[in-house]
């Protein structure tokens, strides 16, 4: 489905990714996990056309991408929910939730899709025409979860959806990511939760200072020593 | 000072204000978006002054063929002044285009001061094109119908200008209003203004959003310019400055980047300057609209409506 070819993203002078390269099968929960700074929000920006990348190839259902600006990759079916929620403020959850289906016409798939996003998330039911801002961190990354699946993405991509959360709450997203795998959107996930991210992925990706370190499938990077003393705070 | 010296410049102020209001709405529309003040905004207001009048030179000169059915009868006499209006706000608002295109975008990226400085870098190019290439002399806007007093009451009068500028005024606020509350591409200059990454995220094409803020803002200013030019009876290459400035006072009054905070700054500013001019003197107008914006700086700066919602990060 996603395919990413020795990768190069420069902020400025700096190489941020160093040709990184990766894939993404159709129905998969792929993580991409790493230490701060290690290049997992570029990679997701670079995606997601907010960053322009200097070198390398990113092709989504065999048609190449890298270089488009955010709405023509969105147009594309990669949705993003961004680091920190990025939720709009001064609008009320309703107008937020009607933003992600921006690009939509069909009145109808809108209006079943609401509803789909309230049976996930009931709180935002209840708070529809309260103000964004006004939410607590769990209902905004709520929020920013239906919003996304209201553009009705095939390709679902999660940063950092923990941040921040009070342990209940990261869990009740994590159901809930992979319920939304279950129905068939394919997730690409990047989290500092190492554990929690590889107990649910299918496979995942170890990040470290902008170049693909190790890869395999979530069990096999919980059992690895290296992933087990870096980033699960063991040894 | 007697009341019906109160009531006239109750009524002076409200006129002033509409003005004031349509030109504050494009420093808060591109504030709210690109969080920068638009210097040249000032010269969008003259440029349609000059627009308009050129449009009314033409269209009414002997010369032209249909002249005769402009100023003939009333009927004629309002589609003139609609296509006067509808030219300036079209021609201005593509001018704010390109000079987005030209002289902002190149400086997206860059330190905030940049864009503001390539701004007056452009207010004084266009001051000093108009001079240079149209005249350094104030040029008389002709009055096509008579202005005169429509209604009188407590021994003030309104003449039909006044009401002409405030009833348009009015509609393009209740207009612009609608659309960016109401309409989904509204709502998309609203998402684009709150947080501008997540709404390229939505699918939403930023620098659209962004050209539309350009066209809407000096469209809005050029009407304000015509007005300026109909009311005071001329037009001259300076004229942008102090109504700009007066404006910009009006925008931040109410609450930069908050569009009622704008409409309702500029009718404000415009009736507390009128009554200064009568309950002290003309001259002091400009006095008391600065006054206003230093002490609105220094104890609400978040202006009148300014951001009043908790925000959680």
Redesign the interface.
Known sequence: MLTVTNLKTCYGKIEALKGISLTVNEGEIVTLIGANGAGKSTTLKTLSGQLVPTAGSIEFEGVKIAGLPAHKVTQKGIIQVPEGRRIFSRMTVLENLDMGAYLRSDKEGIKADLEHVFELFPRLRERLAQKGGTLSGGEQQMLAMGRALMANPRLLMLDEPSMGLAPVVVETIFEIIEKLNQDGITILLVEQNANLALSIADRGYVLETGQMKLTGTGEELLANEDVRKAYLGEG | MTADVIIQQLVNGVTLGGMYALIALGYTLVYGILLMINFAHSEMFMGGAYVGLGMLLLLTSKSFPAHAFFTGSAFGILVLYVIVFAVAAIAIGILGMVIERVAYRPLRHAPRLAPLISAIGVSIFLQNAALLWIDSKAIPFPRVFPVTPLVTFAGASVNSLQILIVATSLILLFVLDTFISRT?VG??M??TS??R???????????YVISLAFFIGPALGAVAGVFHGMYYGAVVFSMGFIPGIKSFTAAVLGGIGNLRGAMLGGFLLGIVESLAAGFLSTGYKDVVAFIILILVLIFRPGGLLG?S?????
Do not use: C, F
Request: charged fraction near 40%; charge should be negative.
């Open positions: 989904r709502k998309a609203r998402a709150q947080d990454e997540a709404a390229g995220l939505m699918g939403i094409d930023i620098n951001e919602v908790v925000e959680k990060v």
